[in-house]
């Protein structure tokens, strides 16, 4: 019964994590850059939403303002970093510096205002248990498994069925012949770190509403969803997906065996192996 | 008169810091955030040592570089194999796992408490006791890291590293090793970071997780790019400035509840800057 339980957590979690894991795939295969600041954004989603619930704003309302806002920094991020850094033709070890001390300003302003302490979402339904074939799960948890899925199945469509969506896969995989066919690489890196930041506004939100806020949590659901991004094929977004709801369910299963503090190590034990004996990727061959 | 001695000691041990990252990050231009987690293993190391009396100061020091050498080595092999961006990925893995086991391996680290009572060193059967005599121990320390680092740059090693860091494929195309030059660097800079972990612990006498995570990574990768890469002036300036910074900020009335991440924030926001408008940093070459 509790392997269950926890089998069903860890697809709630790797449902959450998997938008995560979608939003850096998208950035990181389009645009090349290691994009560490979005564990900024993603924390700053959790923080926008939880200042606009305390104020008494309408669920909706918090949720379009937040998901807007965090658009809004990733836009400007990619517009007033690193498309500065490529004029000045910077080094990729360069723009990932700078991206660090994007993460490294956002994480501090938050702890700056909020406090480094632990907040908990004013939302008294998102608590509430329900009780399903003996596994107990809360509103968050089942709104966060519907709104990960759907969120999925929009990117998906998206990058497939649209003209932006096959624009931006077209740039993502040869910037030189797109910017002669005229689609404005830069303009569409914006557009694309963009939609990313919207995309992991949806966990930002709906995990601290779980779990609770602090600024420092970022990094590691990012390393996490780099993790699966790499080891489900990079350019990939099911690969990215499955990989990382089969991350979370391993690293909830194995709380049976090993103490939750070194879930990490698990994570990280998986990216080893892939990197050792399949470093492109599970399902790399679709790009 | 102690503060300053004090001062100059940390400093001293943060430059040893500087110039490992400086080798990894600087000069062989692999992004690199585990230089305090390689750090902290020395520092971890040599304390366990001298406090069970297993072994004089001396030999501590050389066991904790040679893990430091062999944890780098067993890091950067497989990562680098495939390509940078897994390294980067490695390198916060292996910072938040170090992390991790600082604070949850109670028994070797003493958790998030930290080891207390840490023995003074000792030079060939002479106890050094006072901060002056701990402050000639760094210094002699520092001079010798820096002739390695300065020897280095001119050895026709150094040298292999400037040439793939500036163009990776011709260095691989006259038949050079990148791998196996790459992996030298990240062992020499397991060195450099083990024997100051180890100055670190027997100097304060006292170490605790927090000095050894992302964040110190952070500070580390700050002070490298502040004082500049690739040069011995830069690496020495950096930690000098930076660790002078706390200090200049007592002065301005900042809240002590905020003082931490406001500390971090200037790092982050000193990240961006000289990123944008000076990537060679005060006393550097080009990035």
Known sequence: MLALQLLVNGLVTGSALGLVAISFSLIYSTTKIFHVAHAGVYTMAGYV???????????????????????????????QLYARLERRRATPLVVLIASLGALAVMQNVIAAIYSPNILQFP????????????????????????????????????????????????????????????LHPQRVYIIVVGIGSAIVALPGILVPLDLGLQPYSGITPLLTATIAMIAGGIGSITGSFVIAVGIAVLQNLSLLVIPGEWSIGITFFIFVIFMLFRPTGLFAAAR | MDFLFSYIALAEVYVLLG?????????AGIFSVSQAAVFGVGAYIVAQLLMTETMGFVPAMLVASLVCIALNV?????????????????????????????????QGTGGANGLPGIPPPDLFGVMLETNAQLVMLTTVSVGLGCLAFWLIMRAPFGRLLRAIREDELAVAAVGKGVLQAKV????????FAGSAGGLYATFLSFIDPVSFDLDASILL????????????????????LLLALPQVLTFIDIPTTIAA???QLIYGVLLIVFMLFRPQGLAGEKL
Request: charged residues 5%; contains cysteine.
């Open chain 2, 74 to 106: 067993l890091v950067t092999l497989p990562s680098l194999r495939v390509s940078g961006d897994y390294f980067v990925v490695t390198s916060f893995g292996i910072q938040l796992l170090a992390t991790a086991v600082f604070i949850n391996w109670t």
């Open chain 2, 19 to 27: 110039l490992s990252t400086n080798l990894l990050v600087g000069i």
């Open chain 1, 49 to 79: 939403a939880w200042s606009l619930a305390s104020r008494g704003m309408p669920d909706v309302v918090t949720l379009v303002v937040t998901v807007a806002a965090c658009m809004a920094m990733g836009a400007l991020i990619q517009h």
């Open chain 2, 184 to 191: 030298s660097a990240a062992a020499l800079a397991g060195a």
């Open chain 1, 123 to 182: 939302v008294p339904w998102g608590s509430q248990m329900v009780v399903l074939g003996g596994v107990r799960l809360t509103w968050t948890q089942i709104l966060t498994v519907l709104a990960s899925l759907a969120a999925y199945g929009a990117t998906v469509w998206f990058f497939h069925r649209t003209i932006l969506g096959k624009q931006i896969r077209a740039v993502a995989s040869n910037p030189f012949l797109a910017e002669i066919t005229r």
């Open chain 2, 221 to 240: 990768l700050t002070m490298v790019v502040v004082g500049g890469a690739r040069t011995l002036a830069g690496s020495i300036i950096g930690p000098f």
């Open chain 2, 261 to 263: 991440s406001a500390r």
